[in-house]
């Protein structure tokens, strides 16, 4: 499972995915995003996330370790 979360509007939501692969997390972040554009995002340093932000022009900071509620979508 991978969770994401709107800092705007509280919402977050976890989507089940196969495995790690960069397409899974993938097709979990366009179902989170919808029709909506993703401007800034955090995380940790997942290498599929990561490269999803890379992939889609996202600007992405790294959360900071210990502090899950420092990682957030706007």
């Known amino acids: 499972t991978v ?3 709107d800092m705007a509007t509280g919402w977050f939501g976890g989507f089940p995915i ?3 692969a ?3 997390t993938t097709n979990a ?3 989170f995003a919808g029709c909506e ?3 800034r995002a955090w ?3 997942s290498p ?3 490269s999803i932000f890379l992939a889609v022009n996202v600007k992405h900071d790294t959360s900071t370790q210990c502090r899950p509620q420092s990682t ?3």
């Open 3 to 5: 969770v994401f979360g």
């Open 18 to 20: 196969a495995g790690k």
């Open 22 to 24: 960069t397409v899974d």
């Open 29 to 31: 972040l366009c179902h």
């Open 37 to 39: 554009t993703i401007k």
């Open 43 to 45: 995380s940790d340093t």
């Open 48 to 50: 599929e996330i990561i």
């Open 72 to 74: 957030w979508a706007q």
